[in-house]
């Protein structure tokens, strides 16, 4: 079974710093473009961050400048460096990652975590 675990969310103070890490296991022959994504209180999902197989990123102008996607293709993983936290920065976080699946059969797949929750508050 492929899937995607998240970790590091907690509640950290406004100003302080997380790092989320996401890892993909399973059968799978490759990674693909790998992101994160958000939801607040009573609002939509909504994108972060993503980083493709190169190494490209992309960042919604919320947190460019304060956070950092980064990705270890030997581990399967993507990272999220969370620096100079705001309140609105308070929700579940979610990792998607698209792949190519080996078994049972070659076919692509849009894989979701099941969120992490990041707090910021005094």
């Known amino acids: 079974q492929v899937q995607v675990v998240e970790s590091g969310g907690g509640l950290v103070q406004p100003g302080g710093s997380l790092r989320l890490s996401c890892v993909a296991s399973?059968?799978?022959?490759?990674?693909?473009?790998m992101g994160w994504y958000r939801q607040a209180p009573g609002k939509q999902r909504d994108l972060v961050a993503t980083?493709?197989?190169?190494?490209?990123?992309n960042y919604r102008d919320f947190v460019q400048g304060r956070f950092t996607i980064s990705r270890d293709n030997s581990k399967k993983t993507v990272y999220l460096e969370m620096n100079s936290l705001e309140p609105e920065d308070t929700a579940v976080y979610y990792c998607?990652?698209?792949?190519?699946?080996?078994?049972?059969?070659?076919?692509?797949?849009?894989?979701w975590g099941q969120g992490t929750l990041v707090t910021v508050s005094s």
């Open positions: 998607n990652v698209q792949v190519i699946q080996s078994h049972p059969q070659f076919g692509h797949l849009d894989l």
């Open positions: 980083i493709k197989n190169d190494g490209r990123t």
């Open positions: 399973g059968s799978i022959f490759s990674v693909l473009d």
